[in-house]
């Protein structure tokens, strides 16, 4: 397991640090955006844990800037923060957990087992035999695996990381083409193969918006 601890608090930075050291993590530190960033751009990391508030880049806009990239990797936001628009916009963008300082370590312990027994068992059914898998990033109908491309792989996910939701063609465009092309064709021709290989039509069109997937309980 290997982390990225972000935080500016030289005290708090050590004490996370040291805390997961004594669990076995393989933990990296780092106390500003910049060299976030970089160790972001060119490390693997299995979990992330980030504060709002640091130094060159925030820690919201280090959060979108790894959700272009990686929809499945855990990252848990924590601040001294009150702002409810904070909470809102870190979830819009992917959080997977908030805490909010001070907490205790054992709290952000039990949290990150939390977050790690779901990730690796988050099946969501869509219809009556057809399912996504999301820790594979999978569509499993009638218990088979359905093959898609890699793009089609990409754009199911950012859809199913925000089931019942619509998403934005500018969200879409950045994930699955990772911030290469901006035209509407491209997105028009990936839709209409993939809609081909699901058994149900369950991709919504919502006009000047996005798209949607909706799932059934």
């Given at each position: 397991?290997?982390?990225?601890?972000?935080?500016?608090?030289?005290?708090?930075?050590?004490?996370?640090?040291?805390?997961?050291?004594?669990?076995?993590?393989?933990?990296?530190?780092?106390?500003?955006?910049?060299?976030?960033?970089?160790?972001?751009?060119?490390?693997?990391?299995?979990?992330?844990?980030?504060?709002?508030?640091?130094?060159?880049?925030?820690?919201?806009?280090?959060?979108?800037?790894?959700?272009?990239?990686?929809?499945?990797?855990?990252?848990?936001?924590?601040?001294?923060?009150?702002?409810?628009?904070?909470?809102?916009?870190?979830?819009?963008?992917?959080?997977?957990?908030?805490?909010?300082?001070?907490?205790?370590?054992?709290?952000?312990?039990?949290?990150?087992?939390?977050?790690?027994t779901l990730s690796k068992s988050a099946t969501v059914r869509v219809r009556n035999e057809l399912?996504?898998?999301?820790?594979?990033?999978?569509?499993?109908?009638?218990?088979?695996?359905?093959?898609?491309?890699?793009?089609?792989?990409?754009?199911?996910?950012?859809?199913?990381?925000?089931?019942?939701?619509?998403?934005?063609?500018?969200?879409?465009?950045?994930?699955?083409?990772?911030?290469?092309?901006?035209?509407?064709?491209?997105?028009?021709?990936?839709?209409?193969e993939l809609r081909k290989k699901l058994p149900c039509n369950i991709i919504q069109t919502k006009i000047r918006e996005g798209?949607?997937?909706?799932?059934?309980?």
């Amino acid at each position: 397991m290997k982390v990225l601890i972000i935080e500016d608090d030289a005290q708090l930075n050590i004490a996370i640090t040291e805390f997961f050291k004594i669990k076995d993590f393989d933990t990296v530190s780092a106390r500003d955006g910049l060299k976030a960033i970089d160790q972001i751009d060119n490390e693997h990391f299995d979990l992330y844990i980030i504060d709002i508030n640091i130094p060159d880049i925030n820690g919201l806009d280090l959060l979108k800037h790894i959700r272009k990239k990686d929809l499945h990797t855990p990252v848990i936001i924590i601040t001294a923060s009150l702002e409810i628009q904070n909470i809102s916009t870190a979830f819009e963008n992917g959080c997977s957990e908030y805490i909010k300082k001070p907490f205790y370590l054992k709290e952000l312990d039990i949290r990150i087992n939390n977050l790690l027994t779901l990730s690796k068992s988050a099946t969501v059914r869509v219809r009556n035999e057809l399912y996504y898998d999301l820790y594979t990033e999978t569509f499993l109908y009638a218990d088979q695996p359905i093959h898609l491309r890699y793009k089609e792989k990409r754009f199911c996910a950012i859809l199913m990381r925000h089931a019942n939701r619509i998403v934005s063609n500018e969200t879409i465009f950045d994930y699955v083409w990772e911030g290469d092309i901006k035209e509407s064709y491209p997105l028009r021709q990936l839709l209409g193969e993939l809609r081909k290989k699901l058994p149900c039509n369950i991709i919504q069109t919502k006009i000047r918006e996005g798209y949607m997937i909706e799932t059934q309980k």
